[in-house]
């Protein structure tokens, strides 16, 4: 397809456009109803029948003329709790809420993909079907109801990716197997007895026990795991009294565990459970732990993984891919690849020279815009070849 990356120059401005409309109006997970009207309107616009899913996602099948498999590329839409502080004109107009994670130029480019694979569908040997995701960022996600509600029925592949800031545009990463880790969260509670600060005596310090706990927990990754494996555990919040001279009743601790590994993720929370309990015991305080977990881990398919590198060995040739190292981030594509075969890959957004620096859910987040189109144009190639894949 020569006149592909003629297409995308065309296209751009457009897929530009749409990320910057829906940076400018973004919505929280759940809420996405003006984003979803938006989608649906654009799709509508190319000829296309979408159809809403999972309360606010969209589902739409692009049918090639020439008979073959489907295959899908998932884009999720939701944004964050954060008030933007970008000086661009495209800034949120949502107080308090911004699109500070790349979620905008997720739904624009597989939009741009629409438009494109519209045009072509005389060449396609077979069915593309675009996945409109919402509620990524709020567990449990929005993959689990977009898969009950049919998203995956008579797929055979599926891919996706995320605008990335830690590797500069004109680049991106692809990895077969470990990606992205299991998010989840612990809460501890603990009660103690109170008292009077002059009288530490007469009580059970909830707060000394909370500390104490803390360090502790932070010793279970370098000294219960294998250092080989990849994990993490960090505590993210600890709450204990109010005034300066009482010592609390109760205190609170939140974390999270990040693992790749099922037995991993079990034995870090066995040991949690046996920390607690001994520290708690030796200062006659009582607790209680909450689990929660998480998505899978995002396991990518060898398989697929090898069609994405070629893609985007087209895309950006041999220097602009790269092997994508594995992260701690969690990511609901996996509910999709606990289904069928897919691959997730990580697309460079961030530019140094032009100030595209701050991280992923920092008010400031930014992206270089050329990744839209680099992006578009790696979601076109592989879906292409994977209708090709026998």
């Not at 045009?119 to 009950?148: H, N, Y």
């Not at 279970?220 to 001279?245: D, H, Q, T």
């Not at 520290?279 to 994405?308: E, T």
Request: net charge negative; with cysteine.
């Amino acid at each position: 397809m020569e006149h592909l990356k003629a297409l995308l120059e065309a296209n751009l401005p457009q897929i530009i456009e749409m990320r910057r409309y829906f940076h400018t109006y973004p919505e929280l997970s759940g809420q996405e109803f003006n984003t979803q009207r938006k989608i649906i309107a654009e799709l509508e616009s190319l000829g296309l029948d979408p159809r809403e899913a999972a309360g606010t996602g969209v589902i739409v099948d692009i049918i090639g003329e020439g008979k073959g498999p489907m295959v899908a590329v998932r884009a999720d839409i939701d944004a964050l709790p954060v008030q933007d502080e970008i000086d661009k004109p495209y800034r949120s107009q949502n107080h308090g809420v911004c699109h500070s994670c790349g979620h905008d130029g997720h739904i624009a480019m597989v939009l741009g993909l629409a438009r494109i694979l519209s045009t072509l569908k005389g060449e396609l040997k077979g069915t593309v079907r675009l996945i409109f995701q919402p509620s990524e960022e709020r567990f449990p996600g929005g993959a689990v109801a977009m898969v009950e509600e049919g998203a995956l029925q008579g797929v055979s592949a599926i891919i996706g990716g995320h605008l990335w800031q830690p590797i500069p545009v004109g680049t991106v990463g692809v990895t077969g197997g470990k990606l992205m880790a299991s998010p989840d969260e612990f809460v501890i509670t603990i009660r103690g007895k109170g008292g009077h600060g002059s009288m530490p005596h007469q009580t059970v310090d909830s707060l000394l026990t909370g500390a104490q706990l803390v360090t502790a927990l932070n010793t279970i990754i370098s000294r219960n795991v294998n250092p080989m494996e990849p994990a993490a555990l960090s505590i993210g919040m600890f709450k204990a009294g109010e005034v300066f001279n009482i010592i609390p009743d109760t205190a609170v601790l939140k974390g999270t565990v990040r693992t790749f590994d099922q037995s991993l993720r079990a034995s870090i929370f066995d040991r949690i459970e046996t920390i607690t309990k001994g520290i708690c015991l030796s200062a006659g305080a009582k607790y209680r732990i909450d689990r929660r977990y998480g998505f899978p881990p995002v396991v990518n398919h060898q398989g697929v993984a090898r069609v994405l590198g070629e893609a985007a060995r087209e895309t950006l040739g041999e220097h602009g891919v790269i092997e994508a190292e594995p992260v701690m981030v969690g990511e609901d594509f996996s509910v999709y690849l606990g289904e069928i075969p897919g691959c997730f890959a990580f697309i460079g957004c961030g530019n140094e020279e032009t100030g595209i620096v701050y991280p992923h859910h920092h008010p400031r987040f930014d992206l270089d815009e050329r990744a839209l189109g680099y992006g578009t144009e790696l979601f076109c190639r592989a879906a292409i070849r994977l209708l090709d894949t026998k």
